[in-house]
């Protein structure tokens, strides 16, 4: 199993860079152009970019790890095939956001990720989530380690003396109150914070030390199972809570976990 995942492992961070390649090619043509833009809800927008990118991913995992499971933003849970035939005994399943952060994105904006996991038995193995605009892979294995390209990745594990900055998500599925009240516990302690409006990339970017947390009270899956083995492997407390129809997340440096936590 080592030798597959690390086979899958090699493969998930080439094909992260060509997808990310692939949606900074169609963020070009949105700055030149114009895209294709549907709207799912409240702030909650698809463009054609999204779906060629995801289908892109699919096409790819599906040809090179046919027995696997996918789920994927934009199309959903796909159902594994074998011989024609629905095959329930997968090794594992992918998650994948093909662009997080679809907002900025269309805002042409820089702060967008493609974010692609491996889960075995729910829990995410390996991950990688890609920067085009800035050319930064993150990754992660599981028990080998966090890297952003080619440099190790580690988390602050000393005292609150370094801790100043959180990134925070907000989803309106969750009660405003909760999201001012971990504003306020924050400022109220002299630590400031930020929303930049892609999970993933905040959660690399903890794993970066570029933020000292992040938490989210509702968020799906495919936002954040990358981030999660990244920061793990890189040494940060994580707590992944399953809450109705999705998640809740916090992750952050040690020293930071309780007063984040509440």
């Known amino acids: 199993m080592n030798n597959e995942l690390q086979q899958r492992y090699t493969f998930l961070c080439q094909l992260a860079k060509e997808a990310g390649q692939l949606a900074y090619n169609y963020q070009r043509k949105l700055i030149e152009d114009g895209l294709t833009i549907d709207v799912k809800g409240l702030q909650d927008f698809v463009s054609e970019a999204d779906k060629e990118t995801e289908s892109f991913i699919r096409q790819q995992l599906t040809q090179t790890y046919p027995q696997d499971g996918f789920l994927g933003e934009e199309s959903g849970e796909v159902s594994v095939q074998h011989n024609g035939e629905e095959n329930n005994n997968t090794t594992g399943t992918w998650v994948v956001d093909p662009i997080d952060g679809t907002t900025n994105f269309l805002r042409k904006q820089p702060m967008w990720c493609v974010s692609i996991a491996y889960l075995v038995d ?46 925070l998500g907000y989803s309106a599925k969750m009660p405003l109150g909760t999201y001012l009240k971990t504003m306020k516990r924050l400022l109220d302690h002299g630590i400031e914070h930020r929303r930049h409006g892609s999970a993933a990339l ?36 994580v707590i992944v809570n399953e809450v109705t129809g999705g998640y809740a997340i916090q992750a ?11």
Not at 252 to 262: E, H, Q, R, W
């Open 122 to 167: 729910g829990e995410p193995v390996i991950g990688a989530i890609y920067d085009p605009c800035h050319d930064e892979l993150f990754s992660a294995r599981h028990g080998e380690g966090a890297w952003l390209n080619e440099q190790p990745l580690e988390v602050n594990q000393g005292s609150t003396d370094m801790v100043g900055l959180v990134n």
């Open 252 to 262: 952050s440096v040690p020293a930071l976990t309780d007063l984040l936590k509440g």
């Open 202 to 237: 905040g959660l690399a970017h903890v794993a970066a030390g570029r933020f000292d947390g992040y938490r989210e009270d509702f968020i799906n899956a495919w936002d954040i199972m990358a981030g999660v083995v990244i920061l793990r492997e890189a040494g940060a407390d």
